[in-house]
Each structure stands twice: as structure tokens, then as C-alpha cells.
């Protein structure tokens, strides 16, 4: 029973304080109310901005990979310009830079003025990166050294060489960092200047037939069915490519005289025989009054020049 009570006590305690603090609620029952409520409306508004910045990014980086796999600096552009501010227009303003670069060094060989004016391109996207990369260690390195690129491209010699210092000083240890050390080592010195001082001056031109540059699509039709046939190499009468057979050319081959038959010795014609039997022949062709008469005499004077038959049985 002393247990019981007790426990009934402490309850009654526990229930009065509760009120007491009600009580000193009350007033203020309304703001905590607010209060709750804007807590609830601020972390569903942290998760929809939150979801919508993932959304956002997951887009960015789509568009991103799509205008790598079209490898055109013109979409790269597009990207950094849709989703500026992003992660994935840092990388493609570097990505472009690297074309407009690679594009821009090989027509130094070719076309100055096209090359300038990609080289310049590349020198503005890398410029970008390098103003908003700071958080991004590797990428603003990226970017560093190929600005060092450019201005080598460009013949600015002082510029290159400050940034593939940077480059150095920031990774020495890296791959990156030991391929910039090296290339700023050798544009060190008074023959490194004279050769870019002569290089900047040249004006080359591509040779007549030469191929397009890196960066320039050769003309070439969408539909390979259009292309013309190429010549045909095969030999008369051997199967071509499409399994017909070319035709023979008309060639008339005159086919050798056939053997005179052997004859025995005491067999063969004499000339004299012969002679006499030529005229005889002759005027039974005249006599005759047949005009068909005429062309069957002249085989039979020919035939004994071809086969001449025995002597024998021609007297007859």
C-alpha cells in the first residue's frame, strides 16, 4: 500500500508541473506554433533546392559529355554558357581551349590568320578557367599550362615561361609539373629567342593538294553512294568486282595451213602434169554458159594449193 501511494504521489507531481508549465506557455503558445511551421517550410524548401541543384547538375554534366562526343569547340561554348558557374562549364571552357589550341598550333604551317585567331580563342577560355578555377586545384593547372602553350604558339616568349613556371611551382612532383620544368628549361637561353624571333616572322603556305588541318572537316559526302566508281583494273576476261565477265575483244586470227598429207615418192605429181591439167579445166569453166559456173571452177583450181590431192586421182 506504501508503495502504491507513493507511486500515486510522484504521478500527481509529475502532472502538476506539466501544468505549471503550460500555464507559462500560453502566452507564447502562437509563435512557437510560427515557429514550427517555418522550421517545416525551410527544410522542404533546403530539399527542393537541394534536388533541383542535383537535377541541374546532372543536366550540366549530360550536355557536357554530349559536346565532347561532337568534339566541336562551338558546343563546348554552348555548355559553359548554359550552366554558367557550374563545374561542368569550367571543364568545358577547358576542353575548348584544348581544341581551339590544337587547331590554332597545327595551322601555324598553314594559314597564320586562322591560327591567330584560334590561338586567341584557346587564350580566352583558359583565361576564364584559370579567373573561376580556384577551388579546383587540378583544372586550374590545366589551364595554367595551356596558356603556357599558347603564348609558345604565340611567340610570347616571357608570358609561356612565367606560366609553365607557375605550373612547376605548384606540382613539382606531378607528371604536369615535371613536363612544364622541362619545357621552361628550354626556352631558356639567347638561341630559344632567336628562334621564336624568326619563327613569328615566317608566312608559310600549304603546298598545292596538301590535306585539311586538324579542326577542319575535309568535304566529304554524307551519302558514300554518291562517291564516282573508280577505275577498273581487271584484264580482259578475268571477273571484275561485281562477278561479270568483260567480253573477249574481236581479234581474227588467221589459223596455220594445214600439212600437205604425205605422199610416196613414186606417187607424187609431176609439174609437167600438172600444167597440162590446168588448161583443161580452163576452158570448160569458158564454155560453160551457167554464171554459176564461174565461182565453182575457182575452188577447184585453188584446192590443189591448199591439199594438193594425188596425182592419181586427179588425172581422171
Known sequence: MKTQRRHELQTNKLADQIGVYLQMVRPYQKLILYGVVTVAVLGAAVLFI????????????EDYFNAMVEQRPEA????????????????????????????????????????????????????AVEQNAAVYPMLLQRARYGLAQTYESLCE???????????????????????????????VGRDAERWFAWFEKQEPKPPAGVM??????????????????????????????SGESEPMPDVQLTPPEPPAPDTPPEAKPEPEAERSAEPEAKPAAESDPQPAAEPEAKPAEAAPSESAPP?????P
Not at 537541394?50 to 554534366?61: D, F, L, N, P, Y
Not at 608570358?159 to 620544368?181: H, I, M, T
Not at 596425182?311 to 588425172?315: P, R, Y
Request: no cysteine; proline share 8%.
Open 50 to 61: 537541394s534536388s533541383q541543384q542535383q537535377a541541374r547538375a546532372g543536366a550540366s554534366w
Open 157 to 187: 616568349v616571357e608570358k609561356a615561361r612565367d606560366y609553365f613556371k607557375k605550373v612547376a611551382s605548384a606540382e613539382p612532383n606531378s607528371a604536369l609539373g615535371k613536363l612544364a620544368q622541362r619545357r621552361h628549361d628550354q626556352m
Open 311 to 315: 596425182a592419181e586421182e586427179a588425172k
Open 76 to 127: 563546348l561554348d554552348e555548355v559553359a554558357q548554359l550552366h554558367s558557374g557550374s563545374p561542368a562549364a569550367l571543364w568545358a571552357r577547358q576542353a575548348a581551349g584544348d581544341m581551339k589550341l590544337m587547331t590554332g598550333a597545327s595551322l601555324l604551317y598553314q594559314d597564320r590568320k586562322e591560327a591567330l585567331k584560334n590561338l586567341r580563342d584557346a587564350e580566352k577560355n583558359f583565361s
Open 212 to 241: 585539311p588541318a586538324a579542326g577542319r572537316e575535309p568535304q566529304v559526302p554524307f551519302d558514300l553512294s554518291d562517291l564516282p566508281d573508280g577505275p577498273d583494273p581487271s584484264f580482259p576476261g578475268v571477273p571484275a568486282a
